[in-house]
């Protein structure tokens, strides 16, 4: 295990239950949570960054610990609308090397996908020997936004519900690590969210037409997302919640908590020192002209 020092998983996330939405033994059920999280204070910038420092440099030992092992790491991102996933998948990934942590993000489905079996276009996207795959939403669609706006039927919901257990079973017997987190926000927190992309110019492009029809569905997502841990929330694939009204925090907690979950290994402090350069007896300039840009900052 690596030598991370923040929380216990268990006190950063609660765990989905497999009977329901009630809470797991040890853990914190929903509206608790959110009552006890709406009493501590937004977290500010300057330690949050003191924080995710210290994050970033323990994310660069799994990376390192992934290449060298060769393991298979798959993380998947549920959640609200506007509950902070990309946000979370950026503070992740900042500091590592885009070639170990790849980003999946698949847009609607094709015609042709749309023939194949369901998880299919997902399944190529699975982490390789060396690779952390982090699934910005993902196969968890049919449970969610296809179910709650009538893009997928009843059985097929039904269907996809009862066999993802065992496609992830599949995976984890293969050797992949899997995590899964849903993001969850209270609807005020969604609404002041939603209203910030209409005003703000540079977040505009994140408000779709879909956003809005979502935003009418807020009890129908709730049973979505029951049902969804109802099925789904394995021994081998649990669901962890990490509620996101504070997202600095919860960007924080759940990076501490993938951190628990994944046996790395400490990156060893290597004593590095630059070489001399060599000595050049001629500066050539070039025969080209060069092209500089302007510099009106």
């Known amino acids: 295990m690596g030598k991370h020092k923040g929380r216990h998983p268990s006190d950063s996330a609660g765990g989905a239950s497999s009977e329901g939405n009630q809470p797991a033994a040890g853990t914190t059920g929903p509206r608790d949570a959110t009552s006890r999280l709406s009493t501590i204070p937004k977290m500010k910038r300057k330690e949050y960054e003191h924080e995710l420092r210290g994050l970033h440099g323990e994310l660069v030992a799994v990376q390192e610990w992934v290449k060298d092992t060769g393991a298979k790491v798959c993380i998947v991102f549920e959640?609200?609308?506007?509950?902070?996933?990309?946000?979370?998948?950026?503070?992740?990934?900042?500091?590592?090397?885009?070639?170990?942590?790849?980003?999946?993000?698949?847009?609607?489905?094709?015609?042709?996908?749309?023939?194949?079996?369901?998880?299919?276009?997902?399944?190529?996207?699975?982490?390789?020997?060396?690779?952390?795959?982090i699934f910005d939403r993902s196969w968890y669609n049919r449970a969610g936004?296809?179910?709650?706006?009538?893009?997928?039927?009843?059985?097929?919901?039904?269907?996809?519900?009862?066999?993802?257990?065992?496609v992830e079973k599949a995976m984890v017997d293969s050797g992949i690590l899997l995590l899964k987190y849903w993001l969850e926000v209270n609807p005020d927190e969604q609404t002041r969210r939603l209203q910030s992309r209409?005003?703000?110019?540079?977040?505009?492009?994140?408000?779709?037409?879909?956003?809005?029809?979502?935003?009418?569905?807020?009890?129908?997502?709730?049973?979505?997302?029951?049902d969804m841990f109802a099925a789904t929330d394995t021994a081998w694939a649990p669901w962890w919640v990490a509620h996101s009204d504070d997202k600095k925090r919860a960007r924080l907690n759940i990076i501490s908590h993938l951190l628990g979950r994944i046996p790395?290994?400490?990156?060893?402090?290597?004593?590095?020192?630059?070489?001399?350069?060599?000595?050049?007896?001629?500066?050539r300039v070039p025969s080209t002209p060069l092209r500089y840009i302007p510099t009106p900052y």
């Open 79 to 133: 959640g609200r609308d506007t509950a902070g996933k990309g946000g979370t998948i950026k503070a992740i990934t900042e500091r590592v090397s885009p070639r170990v942590f790849r980003v999946v993000a698949l847009p609607a489905p094709t015609e042709r996908e749309k023939s194949q079996m369901y998880i299919q276009r997902y399944m190529s996207h699975f982490p390789a020997a060396g690779e952390v795959m």
């Open 145 to 166: 936004v296809e179910r709650v706006m009538g893009f997928c039927t009843p059985e097929e919901t039904r269907r996809f519900l009862e066999l993802a257990p065992g």
């Open 198 to 226: 209409i005003d703000d110019p540079r977040k505009i492009w994140k408000l779709s037409e879909m956003d809005l029809l979502s935003y009418q569905q807020w009890s129908e997502y709730s049973r979505a997302r029951d």
């Open 264 to 283: 790395y290994a400490p990156l060893e402090h290597r004593e590095v020192k630059l070489p001399d350069r060599r000595a050049v007896d001629d500066d």
